[in-house]
T-cell receptor, first 118, second 120 residues
Framework: AQKITQTQPGMFVQEKEAVTLDCTYDTSDPSYGLFWYKQPSSGEMIFLIYQGSYDQQNATEGRYSLNFQKARKSANLVISASQLGDSAMYFCAMREALTNSGNTPLVFGKGTRLSVIA | GAVVSQHPSWVICKSGTSVKIECRSLDFQATTMFWYRQFPKQSLMLMATSNEGSKATYEQGVEKDKFLINHASLTLSTLTVTSAHPEDSSFYIC????????????????FGPGTRLTVT
């Protein structure tokens, strides 16, 4: 079963508008972390925002915020005031605590391609 | 801070040859490095996890004899694609964990810029 599901292969948004990118996850581990990354056409992975499973508040980083609904196992990324430079692939990822070995890698969803229109 | 470099950034090789990709943490020590592969318009798939001084742990379906990983120091891990074939053409990305970042599960994985391999 997929651990991370991103159901939107592509999204369009008008410049200066807000957009929500969906992410649902599957885990039975009570301790986990959720991450969002941006990958522009150059290929580099840019860390955007993090949400821990025990965090009481939704994470925010500048124009990025995470709508964390734990009971629904969703962690949607909200980008406010979209800019042309926001056009890129966006990946949701999860790290489970599992054995707490410390070496648990990130597992990624399939990604959503966001296109910002002028 | 927390910069990870990869070399080369792109490489073209003939089928049957071997290619080595280097991943270096430039300003921190990496106890663990992760190697991912990304095919066009697809997600990052974990290939293996390497720890300094020990054997890498490979994901199911990844041939360890084909994708040799050596994590010889706290700042360098190498991935060698042996006897490369056209189906090995992909974007390979390494990622490193800072030795002193104990926060779990929130520790950040610092990603390299990737290496685009084309096998002809």
């Amino acid at each position: 079963a997929q651990k991370i599901t991103q159901t939107q292969p592509g999204m369009f948004v008008q410049e200066k508008e807000a957009v929500t990118l969906d992410c649902t996850y599957d885990t039975s581990d009570p301790s986990y972390g959720l991450f969002w990354y941006k990958q522009p056409s150059s290929g580099e992975m840019i860390f955007l925002i993090y949400q821990g499973s025990y965090d009481q508040q939704n994470a925010t980083e500048g124009r990025y915020s995470l709508n964390f609904q734990k009971a629904r196992k969703s962690a949607n990324l909200v980008i406010s005031a979209s800019q042309l430079g926001d056009s890129a692939m966006y990946f949701c990822a999860m790290r489970e605590a599992l054995t707490n070995s410390g070496n648990t890698p990130l597992v990624f969803g399939k990604g959503t391609r966001l296109s910002v229109i002028a | 801070g927390a910069v990870v470099s990869q070399h080369p950034s792109w490489v073209i090789c003939k089928s049957g040859t071997s290619v080595k990709i280097e991943c270096r943490s430039l300003d921190f020590q990496a106890t663990t490095m992760f190697w991912y592969r990304q095919f066009p318009k697809q997600s990052l798939m974990l290939m293996a996890t390497s720890n300094e001084g020990s054997k890498a742990t490979y994901e199911q379906g990844v041939e360890k004899d084909k994708f040799l990983i050596n994590h010889a120091s706290l700042t360098l891990s190498t991935l060698t694609v042996t006897s490369a074939h056209p189906e090995d053409s992909s974007f390979y990305i390494c990622s490193a964990r800072d030795l002193y970042d104990r926060a779990f599960p929130s520790y950040e994985q610092y990603f390299g810029p990737g290496t685009r391999l084309t096998v002809t």
